[in-house]
């Protein structure tokens, strides 16, 4: 069972913006910590961005800061990425990810990703 699905990427010209959805099922998703990482072909993962369960908390990466911004709706059970200004090294496939501590019953689990790709 899927419990995120990422939806939104596409390919843009740079300096252009799109705005990632990810969907939750299976879980209290007003508990979890919502994220987003990304992986380019042939890098190591990268984190891109975290909003706190409390809707409040925030955390970006330096390469995305000013850029990026991560927003979540419980009631929809949806974490966005507004991403604006966007670069050539934005291009990578990005993944939700939704946390929980496993000693406060939760777990992590991540979507499949989805493809942006900005050319210059």
């Known amino acids: 069972q899927d419990r995120l699905v990422e939806s939104g990427g596409g390919s843009v010209q740079a300096g252009g913006s799109l705005r990632l959805s990810c969907v939750g099922s299976?879980?209290?998703?007003?508990?979890?910590?919502m994220g987003w990482y990304r992986q380019a072909l042939g890098k190591e993962r990268e984190f891109v961005a975290r909003l706190h369960w409390d809707n409040v908390t925030t955390f970006y990466g330096d390469s995305v800061k000013g850029r990026f911004t991560v927003s979540r709706d419980n009631a929809k059970n949806t974490v966005y990425l507004q991403m604006n200004n966007l670069k050539p090294e934005d291009t990578a496939i990005y993944r939700c990810?939704?946390?929980?501590?496993?000693?406060?019953?939760?777990?992590?689990?991540w979507g499949r990703g989805t493809q942006v790709t900005v050319s210059s």
């Open positions: 990810q939704a946390h929980r501590p496993q000693n406060r019953g939760g777990q992590t689990y």
């Open positions: 299976g879980f209290t998703f007003s508990n979890y910590a």
